[in-house]
């Protein structure tokens, strides 16, 4: 039994949050997070659980104008490889994406601003709904990890999404997914 941690990140949020959730994950069973735009059909293939993570943009998942302008305003801490990751984001994987098996168990996550999510909105809801649609079972429940107050995620939000890793596991292993 296998789980991929499958995001999308600009400045490294999400990618900390994925790295943290496939964490909790290993005390059940291997999992490894991969960028959106590296992700290869035999990964997601051979997975039991695919778990489904994003940054919120403009109230939802991010477009391509959004990753953009995120793109734009970069700062000289940023990781990733903004070519690839503003042509290639989760709402564009979705689009596309199909279970390898039937029902094959999915659950999103999403990163956001610290606040009420009325006023945040969330990526979580589009992903979920994506998910669904493509065919997915969805294991849970979708999370979000908040940043901020400040441009970073608090340790706490890091522990907690290893913690959520954990418990998807063992929903998981108790379902005999
Ligand atoms: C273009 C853009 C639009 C954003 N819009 C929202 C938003 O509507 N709601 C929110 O909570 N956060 C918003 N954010 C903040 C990001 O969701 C947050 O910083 C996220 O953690 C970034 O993830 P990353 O570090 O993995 O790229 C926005 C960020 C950018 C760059």
């Given at each position: 039994?296998?789980?991929?941690?499958?995001?999308?990140?600009?400045?490294?949020?999400?990618?900390?949050?994925?790295?943290?959730?496939?964490?909790?994950?290993?005390?059940?069973?291997?999992?490894?997070?991969?960028?959106?735009?590296?992700?290869?059909?035999?990964?997601v293939a051979e997975?039991?659980?695919?778990?489904?993570?994003?940054?919120?943009?403009?109230?939802?998942?991010?477009?391509?104008?959004?990753?953009?302008?995120?793109?734009?305003?970069?700062?000289?801490?940023?990781?990733?490889?903004?070519?690839?990751?503003?042509?290639?984001?989760?709402?564009?994987?979705?689009?596309?994406?199909?279970?390898?098996?039937?029902?094959?168990?999915?659950?999103?996550?999403?990163?956001?601003?610290?606040?009420?999510?009325?006023?945040?909105?969330?990526?979580?809801?589009?992903?979920?709904?994506?998910?669904?649609?493509?065919?997915?079972?969805?294991?849970?429940?979708?999370?979000s990890f908040e940043?901020?107050?400040?441009?970073?995620?608090?340790?706490?939000?890091?522990?907690?999404?290893a913690r959520w890793?954990?418990?998807?596991?063992?929903?998981?292993?108790?379902?005999?997914?």
């Open positions: 039994m296998k789980a991929l941690v499958l995001y999308e990140s600009m400045y490294g949020n999400t990618r900390r949050v994925a790295e943290a959730i496939a964490h909790g994950l290993d005390d059940t069973m291997p999992a490894l997070a991969v960028p959106v735009s590296d992700v290869t059909e035999e990964q997975c039991e659980l695919l778990v489904v993570g994003g940054p919120t943009h403009v109230h939802g998942m991010s477009r391509p104008s959004t990753r953009r302008s995120a793109a734009g305003v970069a700062s000289a801490t940023a990781e990733v490889d903004f070519g690839a990751q503003v042509n290639v984001g989760i709402r564009e994987w979705l689009s596309a994406a199909h279970p390898a098996v039937p029902a094959q168990s999915a659950v999103a996550f999403d990163t956001r601003n610290h606040g009420p999510v009325l006023i945040t909105g969330r990526a979580s809801k589009g992903i979920t709904e994506g998910l669904r649609r493509a065919g997915f079972r969805l294991l849970a429940k979708s999370e940043v901020g107050p400040g441009p970073s995620l608090v340790p706490e939000e890091l522990e907690r999404a890793g954990g418990e998807l596991g063992r929903l998981i292993k108790d379902r005999g997914a």
